[in-house]
């Protein structure tokens, strides 16, 4: 599937968000890019980008979501487990 300019965009950016802690800009990017398609991985990212700040409920709930829309969802059934400690 081909790449949307949003998703290259946070694809460039992320590493270097992270690094810098940026979660206010990682967190709008993720924001847009589930505006832009709600799918499993969009939701992950965003519980992934939670997590990295602390914020395991606000995690969690994405993780959920994402298994809502797809049950056997790998990245967020690990997400799930990693943040309870499974």
Request: charged share 40%.
């Amino acid at each position: 599937m081909k790449r949307t300019k949003l998703e290259e965009e946070y694809q460039k950016k992320r590493r270097r968000l992270i690094s810098q802690k940026d979660w206010k800009t990682l967190l709008d990017l993720c924001d847009r890019l589930i505006e832009e398609e709600i799918s499993p991985k969009r939701y992950c990212g965003r519980a992934s980008i939670y997590h990295l700040m602390g914020h395991s409920n606000k995690a969690l709930s994405d993780y959920k979501i994402a298994l809502e829309m797809d049950s056997k969802c790998g990245a967020a059934q690990r997400g799930i487990e990693k943040i309870l400690d499974i």
